[in-house]
């Protein structure tokens, strides 16, 4: 079934499960993202159209990209540091906390731009990792976490470095505060690229939560990148309901064709209304 949220019934049907549900999973992907400024990476405008995927996707990619085409590598970093630096939570991120307050809900993501906690949001699993925290390989460990100020100062210093044409020395101390190679190792955000693992224990964690969850709702996600995407699947075959609200994405079930930052809102505000009506 697919639905406009211009129609009332979509929002009603949608309410309705979430008042039923004992335990539910929200599962957000880049489209919860776009009102706060930052672009998805497969949309035919996004950023894996500008910057091929086996260049700047996995690990040896953006090394060698940041060796032979330091330029290149200052660009695609750029795009994607500013819009984080700056983002803050939109209205999807903030009614996602606010459902969280009126019904037992898991959220996953596979976003590492830290909004959904900046919302106050709990129980928030990080399938694809956080660009704040800062871990050092080989062994993993987090050294620190920054701060959206600081990946700001990364992004004024990578557009200083192109004065000096962006030469790969001066990408490198641009970087230094989230980036560095030593010694001791590489110091990097704690970030999931193609070819990683996923983040632990949250993808335990989440793949527990949605075993268990008797509604699943999948809002702004392509469904294309696995293993995440899995957890779809896994939710249907565990007995859940399974919802999805996307502009251009969905599947079987109950698919509501409108962004997150529209849908969302509209949903708790008729949630909170017939709470209320209830009340009196």
Known sequence: MTLSVSSPEPLRQLADLVSRS???????????????????????????????????????????????????????????????????????????????SIAKMTV?????????????????????????????????????????????????????????????PSVMRALKPIFEVSSEGVTHPNVVLFGDQLREPDWSLAIESTESCDLFIAVGTSQTVRPASDLISIARESGAEVVYIDPECGGRGLWIRDHAECVLPELLQLMTNHGNSEEE
């Open 108 to 168: 996953i993501t596979q976003n590492i731009d830290g909004l959904q906690q900046d919302a106050s949001a709990i129980d928030v699993y990080e399938l694809h990792g956080t660009l704040f925290e800062i871990v050092q390989t080989p062994s993993g460990e987090v050294i620190r976490h920054v701060t959206r100020s600081e990946v700001a100062e990364v992004v004024d210093g990578l557009r200083q470095s192109q004065k000096q044409l962006w030469s790969f």
């Open 22 to 100: 004992k335990r539910g999973v929200i599962f957000t992907g880049a489209g919860v993202g776009t009102a706060s400024g930052i672009s998805t990476f497969r949309d035919m405008d996004g950023l894996w159209a500008r910057f091929p995927p086996e260049d700047f996707a996995n690990w040896a990619g953006l090394l060698r990209t940041a060796t032979l085409q330091p330029a290149r590598f200052a660009e695609f970093l750029i795009s994607v540091l500013e819009p984080i630096a700056t983002a803050q939570p939109n209205p999807a991120h903030l009614a996602i906390t606010e459902l969280q």
